[in-house]
């Protein structure tokens, strides 16, 4: 079983950056891809960033020249730094990430989620 631990996130007014990491823990042998997902109150869950091997980056277009995502593959972990925050950009941010177990078993996780509040 893989777990996904998220931290950072919070309030903060509108131009403002916060900085959200994610800490993968369990029989993991490998991770594919790790990336950051969010969802508004009465949204859908959407993409924001992914990473996979390679440390090829996607970005939603919402985000894109404001938000980076980065990984740490020896700390198993996957950071996102949000910039130029907007009030648009309130909602839980979801950790995923996805690869192989210790038992070459395929694993898909999310984390717990957390809140980001941008205000006006």
């Known amino acids: 079983q893989v777990q996904l631990v998220e931290s950072g996130g919070g309030l903060v007014q509108a131009g403002g950056s916060l900085r959200l990491s994610c800490a993968a823990a369990?029989?993991?042998?490998?991770?594919?891809?790790m990336g950051w997902y969010r969802q508004a109150p009465g949204k859908q869950r959407e993409m924001v960033a992914v990473i996979v091997s390679g440390d090829i980056t996607k970005y939603a277009d919402s985000v894109k020249g404001r938000f980076t995502i980065s990984r740490d593959n020896a700390k198993k972990t996957v950071s996102l730094q949000m910039n130029s925050l907007k009030p648009e950009d309130t909602a839980v941010y979801y950790c995923n990430a996805e690869g192989w177990t210790d038992s070459f078993g395929p694993f898909n996780s999310w984390g717990q989620g957390t809140h980001v509040t941008v205000s006006s």
């Open positions: 369990g029989s993991i042998f490998s991770m594919n891809a």
